[in-house]
Protein backbone atom coordinates (compact mmCIF):
# COMPACT_ATOMS: atom_id res chain seq x y z
CA UNK A 1 0.00 0.00 0.00
CA UNK A 2 1.16 3.09 -0.69
CA UNK A 3 1.22 6.49 1.49
CA UNK A 4 -1.15 9.16 -0.20
CA UNK A 5 1.39 11.93 -1.09
CA UNK A 6 -1.21 14.48 -1.47
CA UNK A 7 -0.34 17.99 -0.18
CA UNK A 8 -4.52 18.10 0.63
CA UNK A 9 -4.41 14.78 1.90
CA UNK A 10 -1.62 15.42 3.99
CA UNK A 11 -2.63 18.21 5.75
CA UNK A 12 -6.25 16.33 6.47
CA UNK A 13 -3.92 14.44 7.95
CA UNK A 14 -2.41 16.58 10.34
CA UNK A 15 -5.33 18.14 10.89
CA UNK A 16 -7.11 15.23 11.79
CA UNK A 17 -4.30 14.13 14.53
CA UNK A 18 -2.56 17.21 15.67
CA UNK A 19 -5.37 19.49 16.60
CA UNK A 20 -3.48 21.16 19.14
CA UNK A 21 -0.56 22.08 16.61
CA UNK A 22 -0.68 24.99 14.68
CA UNK A 23 -1.33 24.32 10.97
CA UNK A 24 1.50 24.83 8.69
CA UNK A 25 3.96 22.76 10.55
CA UNK A 26 3.65 19.41 9.11
CA UNK A 27 3.99 16.44 11.35
CA UNK A 28 5.17 19.00 14.74
CA UNK A 29 4.43 16.52 17.01
CA UNK A 30 7.28 13.94 16.07
CA UNK A 31 10.72 15.01 15.14
CA UNK A 32 11.38 14.75 11.26
CA UNK A 33 13.47 11.91 10.64
CA UNK A 34 15.71 12.01 7.41
CA UNK A 35 15.12 8.80 5.54
CA UNK A 36 18.63 8.07 5.93
CA UNK A 37 17.58 7.83 10.08
CA UNK A 38 14.96 5.65 9.39
CA UNK A 39 17.00 3.17 6.90
CA UNK A 40 17.80 -0.54 7.59
CA UNK A 41 16.76 -3.86 6.40
CA UNK A 42 13.13 -4.54 7.43
CA UNK A 43 10.75 -2.59 6.52
CA UNK A 44 8.15 -1.92 9.31
CA UNK A 45 5.72 0.99 8.16
CA UNK A 46 5.54 3.94 6.51
CA UNK A 47 6.16 7.34 8.70
CA UNK A 48 2.85 9.17 8.36
CA UNK A 49 2.28 11.90 6.85
CA UNK A 50 5.81 11.47 4.06
CA UNK A 51 6.08 8.24 2.37
CA UNK A 52 9.34 6.97 4.08
CA UNK A 53 9.42 3.65 4.91
CA UNK A 54 10.26 3.10 8.81
CA UNK A 55 13.62 0.51 8.55
CA UNK A 56 15.26 -1.40 11.43
CA UNK A 57 18.46 -3.05 10.92
CA UNK A 58 18.90 -6.66 11.20
CA UNK A 59 21.68 -6.22 13.73
CA UNK A 60 18.71 -4.19 15.83
CA UNK A 61 16.60 -6.78 15.56
CA UNK A 62 18.95 -8.61 17.76
CA UNK A 63 18.13 -6.88 20.70
CA UNK A 64 14.43 -7.87 20.02
CA UNK A 65 11.41 -6.11 19.47
CA UNK A 66 8.03 -5.48 21.97
CA UNK A 67 4.78 -5.22 20.15
CA UNK A 68 1.81 -3.95 22.09
CA UNK A 69 -1.72 -2.91 21.28
CA UNK A 70 -5.01 -3.44 22.04
CA UNK A 71 -6.85 -6.30 20.37
CA UNK A 72 -7.83 -5.06 17.22
CA UNK A 73 -5.07 -2.86 16.64
CA UNK A 74 -3.00 -4.52 14.18
CA UNK A 75 -0.71 -6.58 16.14
CA UNK A 76 -1.04 -9.62 13.94
CA UNK A 77 -0.59 -7.77 11.04
CA UNK A 78 2.43 -6.53 11.99
CA UNK A 79 3.55 -9.82 12.94
CA UNK A 80 3.13 -11.01 9.92
CA UNK A 81 4.66 -8.20 7.86
CA UNK A 82 7.79 -9.01 9.82
CA UNK A 83 7.48 -12.52 8.85
CA UNK A 84 7.55 -11.26 5.06
CA UNK A 85 10.14 -9.21 5.51
CA UNK A 86 12.18 -11.69 7.30
CA UNK A 87 11.49 -14.57 4.43
CA UNK A 88 12.50 -12.14 2.32
CA UNK A 89 15.80 -11.53 3.60
CA UNK A 90 16.15 -15.66 4.30
CA UNK A 91 15.99 -15.11 8.20
CA UNK A 92 14.71 -18.20 9.75
CA UNK A 93 11.53 -17.78 12.33
CA UNK A 94 9.66 -19.37 14.86
CA UNK A 95 6.22 -18.48 15.44
CA UNK A 96 3.29 -19.42 18.18
CA UNK A 97 -0.43 -19.34 16.84
CA UNK A 98 -1.99 -19.38 20.50
CA UNK A 99 -5.56 -17.56 20.59
CA UNK A 100 -6.23 -17.53 16.50
CA UNK A 101 -4.40 -18.69 13.87
CA UNK A 102 -2.64 -16.56 11.78
CA UNK A 103 0.85 -17.71 10.81
CA UNK A 104 -0.63 -20.07 8.56
CA UNK A 105 -2.71 -17.52 6.49
CA UNK A 106 1.17 -16.44 5.29
CA UNK A 107 1.77 -19.58 2.84
CA UNK A 108 0.87 -18.01 -0.01
CA UNK A 109 3.68 -15.04 0.41
CA UNK A 110 6.17 -17.82 1.87
CA UNK A 111 5.97 -21.37 0.36
CA UNK A 112 8.58 -22.79 1.90
CA UNK A 113 6.57 -22.35 6.07
CA UNK A 114 6.30 -25.34 8.18
CA UNK A 115 2.98 -25.29 9.76
CA UNK A 116 3.60 -27.79 12.40
CA UNK A 117 0.45 -29.26 14.58
CA UNK A 118 0.74 -31.06 17.99
CA UNK A 119 0.43 -34.70 17.59
CA UNK A 120 0.46 -34.21 13.74
CA UNK A 121 3.32 -32.96 12.52
CA UNK A 122 4.75 -31.17 15.97
CA UNK A 123 6.23 -34.17 18.48
CA UNK A 124 8.18 -33.27 21.30
CA UNK A 125 10.28 -35.01 24.05
CA UNK A 126 10.47 -32.49 26.80
CA UNK A 127 13.00 -34.44 28.45
CA UNK A 128 15.15 -34.81 25.46
CA UNK A 129 18.22 -32.74 26.03
CA UNK A 130 20.04 -30.70 22.88
CA UNK A 131 22.66 -31.54 21.17
CA UNK A 132 25.75 -31.06 22.48
CA UNK A 133 24.59 -29.84 25.89
CA UNK A 134 24.76 -32.55 29.06
CA UNK A 135 21.69 -33.73 30.72
CA UNK A 136 22.03 -32.90 33.97
CA UNK A 137 22.15 -29.19 32.24
CA UNK A 138 18.97 -29.74 30.80
CA UNK A 139 17.81 -31.71 33.37
CA UNK A 140 17.50 -28.26 35.45
CA UNK A 141 16.56 -26.34 32.56
CA UNK A 142 13.67 -28.39 32.10
CA UNK A 143 12.59 -28.26 35.75
CA UNK A 144 13.44 -24.50 35.96
CA UNK A 145 10.79 -23.75 33.31
CA UNK A 146 8.17 -26.33 34.33
CA UNK A 147 8.16 -25.27 38.05
CA UNK A 148 8.22 -21.52 36.19
CA UNK A 149 5.06 -22.15 34.32
CA UNK A 150 3.17 -23.81 36.85
CA UNK A 151 4.32 -21.86 39.69
CA UNK A 152 5.68 -25.14 41.69
CA UNK A 153 7.91 -24.29 44.68
CA UNK A 154 11.61 -24.97 45.44
CA UNK A 155 11.11 -27.86 47.12
CA UNK A 156 8.72 -29.33 44.83
CA UNK A 157 10.92 -28.02 41.67
CA UNK A 158 14.27 -30.02 43.52
CA UNK A 159 11.84 -33.22 44.01
CA UNK A 160 11.01 -33.17 40.38
CA UNK A 161 14.76 -32.71 39.36
CA UNK A 162 15.40 -35.37 41.70
CA UNK A 163 12.84 -38.01 40.12
CA UNK A 164 14.14 -36.80 36.28
CA UNK A 165 17.50 -37.60 37.52
CA UNK A 166 16.82 -41.12 38.47
CA UNK A 167 14.23 -41.45 35.54
CA UNK A 168 17.51 -40.58 33.35
CA UNK A 169 19.74 -42.91 35.15
CA UNK A 170 17.27 -45.94 34.71
CA UNK A 171 16.91 -44.97 31.02
CA UNK A 172 20.65 -45.32 30.67
CA UNK A 173 20.50 -48.77 32.32
CA UNK A 174 17.75 -50.38 30.42
CA UNK A 175 17.04 -48.91 27.49
CA UNK A 176 20.84 -46.96 26.46
CA UNK A 177 20.38 -44.34 23.65
CA UNK A 178 16.58 -43.80 24.55
CA UNK A 179 15.68 -40.64 26.23
CA UNK A 180 12.64 -40.82 29.08
CA UNK A 181 9.30 -39.16 27.54
CA UNK A 182 6.64 -36.96 30.08
CA UNK A 183 4.14 -40.10 29.88
CA UNK A 184 7.59 -41.85 31.77
CA UNK A 185 7.90 -39.22 34.00
CA UNK A 186 3.76 -39.28 34.60
CA UNK A 187 4.30 -43.02 35.74
CA UNK A 188 7.24 -42.68 37.27
CA UNK A 189 5.33 -40.36 39.82
CA UNK A 190 2.57 -42.29 39.99
CA UNK A 191 4.63 -45.45 40.97
CA UNK A 192 6.22 -43.44 43.90
CA UNK A 193 3.36 -42.15 44.71
CA UNK A 194 2.36 -46.12 45.60
CA UNK A 195 5.28 -46.81 47.12
CA UNK A 196 5.95 -46.15 50.92
CA UNK A 197 7.12 -42.76 50.57
CA UNK A 198 7.18 -40.30 53.27
CA UNK A 199 4.41 -38.26 53.99
CA UNK A 200 6.29 -34.92 52.73
CA UNK A 201 7.28 -36.95 49.84
CA UNK A 202 3.87 -37.71 48.64
CA UNK A 203 3.08 -33.63 48.64
CA UNK A 204 5.58 -32.71 46.17
CA UNK A 205 4.72 -35.72 44.06
CA UNK A 206 1.36 -34.69 44.30
CA UNK A 207 2.34 -31.39 43.13
CA UNK A 208 3.81 -32.66 40.75
CA UNK A 209 1.52 -34.80 39.38
CA UNK A 210 -1.21 -32.36 39.21
CA UNK A 211 0.80 -30.41 36.50
CA UNK A 212 2.41 -32.76 34.66
CA UNK A 213 -0.50 -35.94 34.60
CA UNK A 214 -3.12 -32.76 32.36
CA UNK A 215 0.22 -32.10 30.28
CA UNK A 216 0.50 -35.61 29.68
CA UNK A 217 -3.39 -35.93 28.98
CA UNK A 218 -3.77 -33.03 26.42
CA UNK A 219 -0.63 -33.46 24.32
CA UNK A 220 -0.33 -37.32 24.63
CA UNK A 221 0.67 -38.04 21.50
CA UNK A 222 3.01 -34.97 20.73
CA UNK A 223 4.68 -35.80 23.88
CA UNK A 224 4.48 -39.74 23.07
CA UNK A 225 7.77 -40.01 21.49
CA UNK A 226 11.34 -40.35 22.39
CA UNK A 227 12.66 -38.31 19.66
CA UNK A 228 10.86 -35.29 19.04
CA UNK A 229 10.82 -33.19 16.01
CA UNK A 230 14.73 -32.23 15.56
CA UNK A 231 14.29 -28.41 16.80
CA UNK A 232 17.66 -27.22 15.53
CA UNK A 233 16.72 -28.01 12.24
CA UNK A 234 14.12 -26.16 12.60
CA UNK A 235 16.05 -23.13 13.50
CA UNK A 236 16.85 -23.46 9.65
CA UNK A 237 13.21 -22.66 8.41
CA UNK A 238 10.51 -20.08 8.91
CA UNK A 239 7.69 -22.29 11.28
CA UNK A 240 4.39 -21.54 12.29
CA UNK A 241 3.52 -24.14 15.67
CA UNK A 242 -0.06 -24.09 15.60
CA UNK A 243 -1.35 -24.03 19.76
CA UNK A 244 -4.48 -22.90 18.94
CA UNK A 245 -6.18 -26.49 19.77
CA UNK A 246 -4.63 -26.62 23.26
CA UNK A 247 -6.88 -24.23 25.25
CA UNK A 248 -5.02 -24.27 28.51
CA UNK A 249 -2.73 -21.24 28.55
CA UNK A 250 -0.32 -22.38 30.93
CA UNK A 251 0.28 -26.08 28.64
CA UNK A 252 0.74 -23.41 25.44
CA UNK A 253 3.09 -21.75 27.32
CA UNK A 254 4.89 -24.70 28.76
CA UNK A 255 5.46 -25.25 25.30
CA UNK A 256 6.72 -22.08 24.26
CA UNK A 257 9.22 -21.70 26.96
CA UNK A 258 10.64 -25.07 26.52
CA UNK A 259 11.82 -24.36 23.35
CA UNK A 260 12.48 -20.97 24.15
CA UNK A 261 14.99 -22.93 26.59
CA UNK A 262 15.74 -25.29 24.21
CA UNK A 263 17.02 -23.02 22.08
CA UNK A 264 19.18 -20.89 24.44
CA UNK A 265 20.85 -24.20 25.74
CA UNK A 266 21.57 -25.42 21.84
CA UNK A 267 22.50 -21.73 20.82
CA UNK A 268 25.06 -21.98 23.26
CA UNK A 269 26.92 -24.89 22.37
CA UNK A 270 27.77 -22.70 19.53
CA UNK A 271 29.58 -19.67 18.44
CA UNK A 272 28.94 -16.49 19.79
CA UNK A 273 27.37 -14.14 16.33
CA UNK A 274 28.06 -10.69 18.50
CA UNK A 275 25.08 -8.91 16.82
CA UNK A 276 24.68 -10.43 14.09
CA UNK A 277 21.27 -11.82 13.42
CA UNK A 278 20.40 -15.86 12.94
CA UNK A 279 16.75 -16.49 13.92
CA UNK A 280 13.64 -14.85 15.24
CA UNK A 281 11.72 -16.11 18.00
CA UNK A 282 8.23 -14.64 18.24
CA UNK A 283 6.83 -14.49 21.47
CA UNK A 284 3.01 -13.92 21.34
CA UNK A 285 0.95 -13.05 24.97
CA UNK A 286 3.98 -12.51 26.32
CA UNK A 287 2.97 -11.05 29.52
CA UNK A 288 1.52 -14.77 30.46
CA UNK A 289 5.04 -15.66 31.35
CA UNK A 290 7.05 -12.29 31.35
CA UNK A 291 4.25 -10.48 32.99
CA UNK A 292 4.08 -9.43 36.50
CA UNK A 293 0.95 -11.30 37.24
CA UNK A 294 -1.73 -9.38 37.04
CA UNK A 295 -3.32 -9.96 33.86
CA UNK B 1 16.62 -13.40 47.91
CA UNK B 2 15.55 -12.22 44.60
CA UNK B 3 15.98 -14.30 41.76
CA UNK B 4 15.35 -14.07 38.39
CA UNK B 5 12.89 -15.25 36.36
CA UNK B 6 14.59 -18.63 34.27
CA UNK B 7 13.08 -17.48 31.27
CA UNK B 8 14.40 -13.81 31.26
CA UNK B 9 18.06 -15.08 31.67
CA UNK B 10 17.12 -16.98 28.71
CA UNK B 11 16.12 -14.64 26.85
CA UNK B 12 18.93 -12.31 27.79
CA UNK B 13 21.99 -15.12 26.86
CA UNK B 14 20.18 -15.59 23.72
CA UNK B 15 20.82 -11.93 21.77
CA UNK B 16 24.34 -12.56 22.20
CA UNK B 17 24.08 -15.66 19.96
CA UNK B 18 22.09 -14.10 17.47
CA UNK B 19 18.19 -15.34 18.35
CA UNK B 20 16.08 -12.25 18.13
CA UNK B 21 12.62 -11.99 19.90
CA UNK B 22 9.74 -10.39 19.30
CA UNK B 23 7.37 -9.93 22.30
CA UNK B 24 3.88 -9.00 21.49
CA UNK B 25 0.84 -8.24 23.93
CA UNK B 26 -1.94 -6.43 24.85
CA UNK B 27 -0.67 -4.02 27.15
CA UNK B 28 2.40 -2.38 28.17
CA UNK B 29 1.89 -2.22 31.49
CA UNK B 30 1.27 -5.97 32.46
CA UNK B 31 4.75 -6.95 31.05
CA UNK B 32 7.50 -6.90 33.79
CA UNK B 33 10.13 -4.29 33.80
CA UNK B 34 12.99 -6.26 33.00
CA UNK B 35 11.57 -6.65 30.03
CA UNK B 36 10.86 -3.55 28.65
CA UNK B 37 14.40 -2.52 29.64
CA UNK B 38 15.63 -5.47 27.55
CA UNK B 39 14.18 -4.25 24.06
CA UNK B 40 15.58 -1.94 21.60
CA UNK B 41 12.64 -1.15 19.56
CA UNK B 42 9.18 -1.03 21.10
CA UNK B 43 5.97 -0.24 19.24
CA UNK B 44 2.86 0.84 20.65
CA UNK B 45 -0.35 0.47 18.86
CA UNK B 46 -3.19 2.21 19.22
CA UNK B 47 -4.22 1.71 23.30
CA UNK B 48 -7.17 1.71 24.92
CA UNK B 49 -6.91 1.86 28.69
CA UNK B 50 -5.88 4.66 31.15
CA UNK B 51 -2.91 2.58 32.52
CA UNK B 52 -1.95 1.31 29.53
CA UNK B 53 -1.45 5.25 27.67
CA UNK B 54 0.44 5.79 31.25
CA UNK B 55 3.07 3.62 30.51
CA UNK B 56 3.23 4.00 26.54
CA UNK B 57 3.90 7.66 27.51
CA UNK B 58 6.47 6.72 30.41
CA UNK B 59 8.16 4.14 28.37
CA UNK B 60 8.97 5.97 24.83
CA UNK B 61 8.92 9.41 26.33
CA UNK B 62 5.98 11.24 24.83
CA UNK B 63 5.30 14.99 25.08
CA UNK B 64 2.11 16.32 25.44
CA UNK B 65 1.15 16.38 21.70
CA UNK B 66 2.68 12.97 21.16
CA UNK B 67 0.51 11.36 24.25
CA UNK B 68 -2.63 12.98 22.55
CA UNK B 69 -2.02 11.02 19.32
CA UNK B 70 -2.05 7.62 21.20
CA UNK B 71 -5.99 8.51 21.83
CA UNK B 72 -6.77 8.47 18.25
CA UNK B 73 -4.79 6.21 16.63
CA UNK B 74 -6.42 3.93 13.58
CA UNK B 75 -6.29 0.22 13.73
CA UNK B 76 -2.72 -0.38 12.11
CA UNK B 77 -1.04 2.84 13.20
CA UNK B 78 1.25 2.75 15.74
CA UNK B 79 4.45 4.60 17.21
CA UNK B 80 7.44 3.30 17.51
CA UNK B 81 10.71 4.30 19.14
CA UNK B 82 14.53 2.80 19.35
CA UNK B 83 16.29 2.80 22.46
CA UNK B 84 19.24 4.99 20.87
CA UNK B 85 20.92 4.52 18.01
CA UNK B 86 20.64 6.95 14.91
CA UNK B 87 16.77 8.26 15.60
CA UNK B 88 15.73 7.58 19.23
CA UNK B 89 12.53 9.93 19.05
CA UNK B 90 9.12 8.57 18.47
CA UNK B 91 7.47 8.38 15.33
CA UNK B 92 4.14 7.56 14.00
CA UNK B 93 3.81 4.87 11.54
CA UNK B 94 1.26 3.65 9.45
CA UNK B 95 1.56 -0.38 8.98
CA UNK B 96 0.60 -1.66 5.29
CA UNK B 97 -1.97 -4.25 5.69
CA UNK B 98 -0.74 -7.83 5.01
CA UNK B 99 -3.95 -9.79 2.75
CA UNK B 100 -3.75 -13.31 4.49
CA UNK B 101 -5.23 -16.05 2.09
CA UNK B 102 -7.19 -18.38 3.85
CA UNK B 103 -6.01 -22.11 4.05
CA UNK B 104 -7.96 -25.29 6.32
CA UNK B 105 -7.18 -28.07 7.77
CA UNK B 106 -7.90 -30.02 5.11
CA UNK B 107 -5.24 -28.16 2.57
CA UNK B 108 -2.68 -28.17 5.45
CA UNK B 109 -2.53 -32.16 5.40
CA UNK B 110 -2.22 -32.31 1.55
CA UNK B 111 0.80 -29.47 1.50
CA UNK B 112 2.30 -31.42 4.41
CA UNK B 113 2.00 -34.71 2.95
CA UNK B 114 4.06 -33.19 -0.33
CA UNK B 115 6.86 -31.05 1.82
CA UNK B 116 9.76 -33.04 1.90
CA UNK B 117 10.98 -31.05 4.52
CA UNK B 118 8.31 -31.97 7.03
CA UNK B 119 8.25 -35.84 5.86
CA UNK B 120 12.33 -36.22 6.39
CA UNK B 121 11.66 -34.23 9.77
CA UNK B 122 8.86 -36.43 10.84
CA UNK B 123 11.56 -39.71 9.80
CA UNK B 124 13.96 -38.25 12.96
CA UNK B 125 10.57 -38.75 15.01
CA UNK B 126 11.25 -41.64 17.66
CA UNK B 127 7.77 -43.05 18.51
CA UNK B 128 7.78 -43.99 22.71
CA UNK B 129 8.08 -48.03 22.91
CA UNK B 130 5.28 -49.83 24.71
CA UNK B 131 5.30 -53.56 25.87
CA UNK B 132 4.05 -53.99 22.13
CA UNK B 133 6.74 -53.04 20.39
CA UNK B 134 9.18 -53.85 22.95
CA UNK B 135 8.10 -57.46 22.65
CA UNK B 136 8.27 -56.95 18.91
CA UNK B 137 11.97 -56.06 18.53
CA UNK B 138 13.15 -58.54 21.02
CA UNK B 139 13.40 -56.42 24.20
CA UNK B 140 12.90 -58.00 27.44
CA UNK B 141 9.68 -55.92 28.46
CA UNK B 142 10.39 -54.88 32.55
CA UNK B 143 7.54 -53.80 34.45
CA UNK B 144 8.12 -50.58 36.05
CA UNK B 145 8.63 -51.32 39.87
CA UNK B 146 7.86 -48.87 42.87
CA UNK B 147 10.23 -48.15 44.82
CA UNK B 148 8.91 -49.99 47.39
CA UNK B 149 6.80 -52.82 46.01
CA UNK B 150 5.15 -54.45 48.78
CA UNK B 151 2.59 -51.90 50.21
CA UNK B 152 0.16 -52.08 47.28
CA UNK B 153 0.65 -55.92 45.84
CA UNK B 154 -2.64 -57.71 45.42
CA UNK B 155 -1.85 -60.41 47.79
CA UNK B 156 -1.07 -57.67 50.41
CA UNK B 157 -4.57 -56.19 49.86
CA UNK B 158 -5.96 -60.00 50.06
CA UNK B 159 -3.75 -60.64 53.20
CA UNK B 160 -5.15 -57.37 54.46
CA UNK B 161 -8.95 -58.37 53.66
CA UNK B 162 -8.60 -62.14 55.03
CA UNK B 163 -7.30 -59.93 58.39
CA UNK B 164 -10.40 -57.46 58.40
CA UNK B 165 -12.72 -60.42 57.61
CA UNK B 166 -11.49 -62.95 60.35
CA UNK B 167 -11.95 -60.15 63.12
CA UNK B 168 -14.90 -59.10 61.84
CA UNK B 169 -16.76 -62.74 61.88
CA UNK B 170 -15.55 -63.38 65.60
CA UNK B 171 -17.05 -60.16 66.65
CA UNK B 172 -20.08 -59.33 64.51
CA UNK B 173 -21.59 -56.61 66.51
CA UNK B 174 -18.61 -54.33 68.21
CA UNK B 175 -18.01 -50.89 66.34
CA UNK B 176 -15.62 -50.48 63.42
CA UNK B 177 -12.75 -48.80 65.57
CA UNK B 178 -12.41 -51.73 67.87
CA UNK B 179 -12.74 -53.93 64.62
CA UNK B 180 -10.39 -52.63 62.97
CA UNK B 181 -7.85 -52.41 66.26
CA UNK B 182 -8.62 -56.70 66.69
CA UNK B 183 -7.65 -56.96 63.15
CA UNK B 184 -3.94 -54.76 63.57
CA UNK B 185 -5.19 -52.01 61.87
CA UNK B 186 -4.89 -49.18 63.75
CA UNK B 187 -2.11 -47.55 65.51
CA UNK B 188 1.63 -48.23 64.73
CA UNK B 189 2.65 -50.45 67.56
CA UNK B 190 3.73 -54.10 67.48
CA UNK B 191 3.92 -53.93 63.40
CA UNK B 192 0.57 -53.11 62.84
CA UNK B 193 -0.18 -50.68 60.01
CA UNK B 194 -1.41 -46.80 59.96
CA UNK B 195 -4.62 -45.64 60.29
CA UNK B 196 -4.76 -44.63 56.95
CA UNK B 197 -4.39 -47.53 55.64
CA UNK B 198 -7.27 -49.19 57.97
CA UNK B 199 -9.61 -46.82 55.97
CA UNK B 200 -8.12 -47.98 52.81
CA UNK B 201 -8.49 -51.96 53.67
CA UNK B 202 -12.00 -50.41 54.25
CA UNK B 203 -12.88 -48.61 51.60
CA UNK B 204 -11.59 -51.61 49.54
CA UNK B 205 -13.48 -54.08 50.91
CA UNK B 206 -16.76 -52.10 50.87
CA UNK B 207 -15.89 -51.27 47.38
CA UNK B 208 -15.82 -55.21 46.69
CA UNK B 209 -18.60 -55.71 48.26
CA UNK B 210 -17.69 -57.79 51.43
CA UNK B 211 -18.86 -55.90 53.84
CA UNK B 212 -21.47 -53.26 54.43
CA UNK B 213 -21.21 -50.53 56.94
CA UNK B 214 -24.12 -49.30 59.06
CA UNK B 215 -24.31 -46.29 61.39
CA UNK B 216 -26.88 -46.68 63.95
CA UNK B 217 -27.62 -44.48 66.74
CA UNK B 218 -28.02 -46.37 69.97
CA UNK B 219 -29.16 -42.84 71.88
CA UNK B 220 -26.20 -42.97 74.03
CA UNK B 221 -23.34 -39.88 74.01
CA UNK B 222 -21.05 -40.43 71.16
CA UNK B 223 -23.39 -39.69 68.14
CA UNK B 224 -23.74 -42.27 65.04
CA UNK B 225 -21.76 -45.28 65.87
CA UNK B 226 -20.37 -47.16 62.82
CA UNK B 227 -20.68 -51.02 62.45
CA UNK B 228 -19.44 -53.66 59.71
CA UNK B 229 -21.79 -56.87 58.72
CA UNK B 230 -20.28 -59.27 56.39
CA UNK B 231 -21.73 -60.03 53.24
CA UNK B 232 -22.63 -63.21 51.10
CA UNK B 233 -19.27 -62.14 49.07
CA UNK B 234 -17.83 -61.72 52.39
CA UNK B 235 -18.63 -65.15 53.46
CA UNK B 236 -17.55 -67.23 50.21
CA UNK B 237 -14.21 -64.99 50.14
CA UNK B 238 -13.91 -66.50 53.94
CA UNK B 239 -14.49 -69.99 52.72
CA UNK B 240 -12.13 -69.17 49.70
CA UNK B 241 -9.57 -68.52 52.38
CA UNK B 242 -10.14 -71.46 54.33
CA UNK B 243 -11.41 -69.40 57.65
CA UNK B 244 -13.39 -71.02 60.25
CA UNK B 245 -16.22 -68.83 61.25
CA UNK B 246 -19.45 -68.77 62.44
CA UNK B 247 -22.49 -67.00 61.40
CA UNK B 248 -24.05 -64.87 63.66
CA UNK B 249 -27.36 -65.52 65.15
CA UNK B 250 -30.73 -63.90 64.57
CA UNK B 251 -33.07 -63.00 61.72
CA UNK B 252 -34.25 -59.48 60.52
CA UNK B 253 -32.25 -56.27 59.85
CA UNK B 254 -28.62 -55.80 60.76
CA UNK B 255 -30.19 -53.18 63.09
CA UNK B 256 -32.59 -55.80 64.50
CA UNK B 257 -29.77 -58.25 65.51
CA UNK B 258 -27.92 -55.82 66.84
CA UNK B 259 -30.27 -54.68 69.49
CA UNK B 260 -30.75 -58.44 70.25
CA UNK B 261 -26.97 -58.58 70.68
CA UNK B 262 -27.23 -55.81 72.99
CA UNK B 263 -29.79 -57.07 74.82
CA UNK B 264 -29.13 -60.46 75.38
CA UNK B 265 -25.34 -59.36 76.61
CA UNK B 266 -27.31 -56.97 79.46
CA UNK B 267 -29.35 -59.94 80.79
CA UNK B 268 -26.27 -62.63 80.36
CA UNK B 269 -24.12 -60.30 82.36
CA UNK B 270 -26.59 -59.87 84.90
CA UNK B 271 -26.52 -63.64 84.91
CA UNK B 272 -29.38 -64.82 82.90
CA UNK B 273 -29.64 -67.83 80.70
CA UNK B 274 -30.29 -66.50 77.08
CA UNK B 275 -31.73 -67.29 73.82
CA UNK B 276 -32.16 -65.36 71.03
CA UNK B 277 -34.47 -67.23 68.25
CA UNK B 278 -34.58 -70.07 70.03
CA UNK B 279 -30.78 -70.67 70.52
CA UNK B 280 -28.86 -70.19 73.10
CA UNK B 281 -26.79 -66.98 73.70
CA UNK B 282 -22.86 -67.39 74.34
CA UNK B 283 -21.68 -64.81 75.56
Request: proline share 5%; aromatic share 8%; with cysteine.
Given at each position: MRENSSLRERELYQYKYLPSVLQGYRNQAFIEASPRQVDGDIGIGYVKNTGTVFRLYLKELVQHVCIVGRSGAGKTNTIRLLQ???????????AFDLAKLGTRYLKEYMPDL?????????????????????????????????????????????????????????????????????????????????????????????????????????????????????????????????????????????????????????????????????????????????????? | MITESFIITCIRRLREYGEGIVFADQCLSSLREVVKSNVYTTLCLSQSGYK????????????????????????????????????????????????PKNLSNREIDK???????????????????????????????????????????????????????EALAKNSFEVSTKIMKLAGFSGRKNGSISGSKSVRIKKIAIERGYIKEHKISLGVRGGMRKYMEITDTGYSLLDELCVDYERPRGKGSFEHRLYEHIVANFYAHKGYRVRIEACEYVE
Open positions: IELHRLGIPFMLILRPGIEFFLNALQNPMGVSRTEWRMSFCEVTSEIFDIRTASKLYLNDVVQSLYDRFQEEKPGSCPTMHDLNDELINRRKGRVPRNEIGYINVILNKVNPVCDVLYNCLNVHDGIPIEELLAHPVSVELVGIKSSEIQMWIMSLILAWITSYRETQEMQFGKLRHVFFFDEAAKVLGKGES | DIKEVIRIMGLNPEQAEIILRMKTGEGIIRKAGGRFSYPQLIRIPFVRLNEKNEVIQHLLKRVKPRETAIEQIESGLKVKKPQAKTNEKDSTSNVKKDLKKLL
